[in-house]
C-alpha cells in the first residue's frame, strides 16, 4: 500500500494540474460523487459561519460551476499556477486520510502581470477507493478576507 503522503501528494498534483494546464473538465474527477467543496476566509472558517464564496456539495455541482465557466460566463482572460506545501497528514487509515496543505495562487491575465491571488490552506477529506485518491471534502481557507470578483476557476 502506498502511503498517505505519496498518495495525496500524487492527488493534488493532478488536481492543480487539471486547474493550471487543463483540460478544466477533468477538475471535477477529483472528488467523490457526493463531495463538498467550499471557498472561504479565515476569519469566517474560524468562527464557524457556513457559507462560502463557492459552496457545492456533489460533484455535479463542480460540473455545472465548469459547464458555466466553458460556455455561459464572460470574463477576462487569464490562467492560474498553483504552487503547494507538502501536505500534513493530519489523520489516516486503511480507508482515507484528513490532511491540510499550504498554498498559494497567481493569476496570469493576458498579457499582463502576474500577481498573487490567493493564498491560504486546504483542508481535505481523502478516500482511497480502488486504486485512486478521491476528495471527500476540500474546504479552501483564504488567507485574506477579500477575495477577488474574478474568481472564476476553482482554487
Not at 457526493?34 to 459552496?55: E, M
Not at 487509515?93 to 490532511?99: M, P
Request: hydrophobic content about 35%; proline content about 5%.
Amino acid at each position: 500500500m502506498t502511503d498517505a503522503f505519496t498518495r495525496i501528494s500524487r492527488a493534488q498534483g493532478s488536481y492543480v494540474r487539471a486547474i493550471d494546464d487543463g483540460p478544466i473538465e477533468d477538475w471535477p474527477e477529483h472528488f467523490t460523487d457526493n463531495a463538498f467543496y467550499k471557498v472561504t476566509t479565515a476569519d469566517n472558517h474560524r468562527r464557524g459561519l457556513p457559507a462560502g464564496v463557492i459552496w457545492a456539495d456533489n460533484k455535479a455541482m463542480l460540473k455545472d460551476r465548469i459547464s458555466a465557466l466553458k460556455e455561459a460566463n464572460i470574463y477576462e482572460p487569464h490562467a492560474y499556477r498553483h504552487l503547494l506545501g507538502q501536505p500534513a497528514i493530519v489523520e489516516e487509515s486503511e480507508t482515507g486520510a484528513t490532511s491540510e496543505t499550504s498554498f498559494l495562487v497567481v493569476r496570469i491575465t493576458g498579457n499582463g502581470p502576474t500577481d498573487i491571488f490567493a493564498s491560504g490552506r486546504y483542508l481535505d477529506e481523502y478516500v482511497f477507493t480502488n486504486g485512486r485518491t478521491l476528495l471527500n471534502k476540500r474546504i479552501v481557507v483564504c488567507d485574506s478576507s477579500r477575495i477577488d470578483t474574478l474568481l472564476v476557476l476553482p482554487l
